[in-house]
């Protein structure tokens, strides 16, 4: 999958900017607060209709600019059409091939991108709602079912904790009902859990040999999905459902006391371990480092064997933080396979033969262009 | 400048109807002052009517003028059927389809905490002493396919089938005359998971 061009209007601090992309790599150079990130953002605004930086889309719209307007056209395997979100005051429009889609969940999917920024090294040194997060955000992009029974969980789940606060209000709970929320909660606790762990199983898959190859076959890497329950079988959807009831049962007097659901998908984890060791809490800040790289590298394979199409890179400021080797593991690995785009302050630190072909836009003052090679 | 003092009282009460603002209530009053006499009194008794005349059924929870209602009331109907909904709007689109003879029961809203609503707070206590008594062989379940539809339709079943009372749900799926190339993933899931023997 391929973003061949991208233009904007009144985004952020671009007030107007045109640009053709390479089909392999391509740099955003510049000095700080000049925009480099804002071109990152726009990538991803058109691929998920949404910033991963903020929730306010207004925050989006330039400085005195009514709307914003980003489009671009995509290129795949099989077929290309454009792409186009234009934010407003009122509200967002996401147009794929110049039709208007009214429910977002038609629209994305049709740019899968991923993105690495410093922030991820967090995925393994940050708390476990981090690590819920990326599972939730990465699994939706690739399965709308997924997100229909977590959002249904999430509903359940709030009414039952709600009707379990009754308690400490001294208003009486009805038994009947609380065994059905039980029940529904279960059921759709069952069905996340099941694709957790086999979505975790499938990344690890894919993260094992990148892991042992960065880490010259030093290293072994095992991902474990952590979950709140102990269970009897991870494939078996109705012996999830029984071990989740289970759960609820023993723990109905301290829930009603705390007035709060203690087991489920909501409080679980990942952990990795490397060469048998927890590198959450054991690994080094190189240990850290490399499984951060190697679980965000298997996405990308992961992505490709879920939709058929490799995705889009994105890169915000990581090549600063990683030493020679793993630089040279991440660029050799998503050579001429993956359309990347990068940014950084300059390319002193990265090794000019690796850069194979790269296509250098300077940003200034929310100007962009395309350097003479 | 004001408004005289009856054209502003009028815009209160046009202002206390849902969406209507300031201006619209003002332009809905001025509107008025032209309209033929005979108009506005009727405007007024019907207002007055719907508060006057309009009551719930004491049997089944329908918004009706007589009680019982003409359903309740109707001995050609099918006694032994209740079809059980959440509002009075989903009884007159029931009605629309023409094809049900049995009786209904409204309950006024479904089970939901983070709205305050329990099961006393919406018409159950009332459904289960009409079972008691009543000859009914079949309840229908017609919540919304909504997580609390959901819960309250099993919640009743629960209740209703200890007494031996036969208890259905309307199905979930494809709409009638739709596309498979249109439905979105979860209809399709549904539609697969409720599928039935030909």
């Known amino acids: ?373 | 400048m004001h408004y005289p003092e009856p054209i502003a009282q009028l815009m209160e009460s046009y202002m206390k109807l849902p969406g209507i603002g300031e201006k619209t209530a003002a332009r809905l009053a001025f509107y008025t002052v032209n309209m033929q006499e005979e108009d506005v009194t009727r405007f007024a008794k019907s207002l007055i009517s719907v508060k006057r005349d309009l009551q719930y059924c004491s049997i089944c929870g329908n918004m009706t003028q007589n009680d019982p209602c003409d359903i309740c009331e109707d001995k050609n109907r099918d006694q032994s059927v209740i079809l059980v909904v959440e509002h009075t709007k989903d009884v007159i689109s029931m009605e629309k389809m023409q094809d049900y003879k049995g009786l209904y029961h409204v309950l006024h809203g479904v089970l939901s905490p983070i709205e305050g609503t329990g099961p006393e707070d919406i018409n159950i206590p009332v459904l289960i002493k009409r079972l008691q008594k009543d000859e009914v062989k079949e309840v229908i379940i017609a919540t919304n396919a909504t997580a609390e539809g959901e819960a309250t339709a099993m919640y009743l079943s629960r209740l209703i089938k200890p007494s031996g009372i036969k208890v259905t749900r309307l199905a979930h799926g494809l709409s009638v005359g739709s596309d498979i190339e249109y439905a979105d993933e979860v209809t399709l899931l549904k539609a697969v998971e409720g599928r039935r023997e030909m």
Not at chain 1, 229 to 234: D, F, G, M, R, V
Not at chain 1, 264 to 269: S, T, W, Y
């Open chain 1, 1 to 373: 999958m391929l973003l061949k061009d991208i233009s904007l209007k009144g985004y952020r601090n671009y007030e107007k900017a045109v640009v053709t992309f390479s089909k392999n790599i391509n740099v955003f150079l510049g000095e700080n607060a000049q925009g480099k990130t804002n071109m990152m953002e726009s990538i991803y605004v058109l691929a998920m209709a949404r910033s991963h930086r903020t929730a306010n889309d207004k925050e989006l719209i330039g400085w005195e600019q009514d709307f914003a307007k980003v489009s671009g056209n995509v290129i795949t395997e099989k077929t290309s059409y454009p792409l186009e979100i234009v934010l407003s005051k009122k509200g967002k429009k996401a147009r794929l091939n110049h039709l208007e889609q009214k429910k977002l969940s038609t629209y994305i999917g049709h740019l899968n991108v991923i993105l690495f920024a410093p922030e991820d090294l967090a995925l393994v040194k940050g708390s476990p709602s981090v690590r819920r997060k990326f599972l939730d955000m990465e699994m939706g992009q690739m399965s709308a079912i997924y997100l229909y029974h977590l959002v249904e969980y999430q509903k359940i789940l709030k009414q039952r904790n709600v009707y379990l606060k009754q308690n400490r209000k001294n208003k009486k709970i009805d038994k009947t009902y609380l065994s059905i929320l039980n029940e529904q909660l279960a059921a759709e606790g069952a069905e996340v859990l099941a694709e957790r762990f086999s979505f975790v199983k499938r990344l690890e898959k894919w993260a094992q040999p990148i892991h042992a190859d960065i880490s010259q076959e030093k290293e072994e890497l095992i991902l474990d999905y952590a979950s709140s329950i102990t269970l009897q079988s991870k494939k078996d959807k109705d012996m999830i459902m029984k071990n989740l009831l289970e759960h609820y049962e023993k723990n109905e007097r301290r829930e009603m006391e705390q007035g709060t659901t203690l087991t489920g998908p909501h409080r679980d984890d990942i952990k990795f371990f490397v060469n048998g060791k927890n590198v959450q809490t054991y690994g080094s800040q190189g240990q850290q480092r490399t499984t951060a790289l190697s679980v965000k590298l298997a996405e990308i394979e992961l992505m490709k064997e879920m939709t058929g199409e490799y995705p889009v890179l994105l890169l915000d400021d990581v090549l600063s933080e990683l030493d020679d080797d793993r630089q040279t593991h991440l660029l050799k690995s998503i050579q001429d396979k993956v359309q990347t785009f990068l940014t950084t302050t300059s390319l002193d630190g990265v090794k000019k033969e690796l850069l194979h072909d790269p296509r250098i836009f300077t940003v200034i003052n929310g100007q962009i262009e395309m350097e003479s090679e």
